[in-house]
């Protein structure tokens, strides 16, 4: 079945620890985002890349990395210079950027709690 | 990208329609209108979308205003699964830049 995985669902870590969050999607999707998710609130985007190698800034960037390597895979690395890593984190992708084409799909998400 | 703005809540029974509302004044011509919904604990989920004619899916029906500054999302028949936040965005069709921008939803509640 095509779809978009996120690994693990629950994430602990010790504070001060850099934590890297999987993404993986066999849609064949050009674009790929990156998510931040705090109770109660919306969306706001961290990444997003609209092709392979190529990867932009989103609103809340400070304190996260990514890579976009394979087509498949945008990797989302929580560093130890967010200073409140604990949220819900989601991948998402789309067939490209540009109205209908960002009919996004969104993986489960990966809830990150910091210690 | 322009800014949409719905309730922060409502209330539906069982089996019977719901309309939820979205307004957005300064929307563009090519401007398309997304819904997306998002169950507890759970991924955002794809609902419809549209430019300016109605759509109609096996999920819901997107009714848009003539002058396009608002649109409804209608869901036939609720059910206690679609107790969830609903998201109306907008997406241009030139590229927005990858930012998808999903405000805080209408929370629809569903009785039994």
């Known amino acids: 079945d095509g779809g978009i995985t996120q690994s693990p669902k629950y994430l602990f870590r010790k504070e001060g620890q850099n934590v890297t969050l999987s993404c993986e999607q066999n849609?064949?999707?050009?674009?790929m985002y990156w998510y931040r998710q705090d109770p109660g609130q919306g969306l706001r985007l961290i990444y997003y890349?609209?092709?392979?190698?190529?990867?932009q800034k989103g609103d809340i960037a400070e304190g996260y990395s990514v890579s976009r390597e394979k087509k498949e895979s945008f990797p989302l690395t929580v560093t130890s210079a967010q200073k409140n890593p604990t949220a819900f984190y989601l991948c998402?992708?789309?067939?490209?950027?540009?109205?209908?084409?960002?009919?996004?799909?969104f993986g489960q998400g990966t809830r990150l709690t910091v210690v | 990208d322009a800014k949409t703005t719905q309730p922060n809540s409502m209330e539906s029974n069982e089996e019977e329609p719901v309309h939820l509302p979205c307004n957005h004044s300064?929307?563009?011509?090519?401007?398309?209108i997304h819904w997306y919904r998002q169950l507890p604990s759970q991924g955002p989920e794809y609902v419809i979308h549209?430019?300016?004619s109605n759509v109609n899916n096996r999920m819901a029906s997107l009714a848009i205003a003539e002058d396009r500054k608002s649109s409804t999302l209608i869901l036939h028949r609720a059910t206690l699964r679609d107790a969830a936040v609903y998201y109306c965005?907008?997406?241009?069709?030139?590229?927005?830049?990858?930012?998808?921008?999903f405000g805080k939803g209408t929370k629809l509640s569903v009785k039994p």
């Open positions: 965005i907008l997406r241009y069709l030139g590229g927005s830049q990858g930012n998808l921008i």
């Open positions: 300064t929307i563009s011509g090519t401007d398309y």
């Open positions: 849609l064949n999707h050009d674009a």
């Open positions: 549209g430019l300016t």
């Open positions: 890349s609209q092709i392979v190698n190529d990867f």
């Open positions: 998402a992708s789309s067939i490209g950027t540009g109205g209908p084409r960002e009919k996004a799909f």
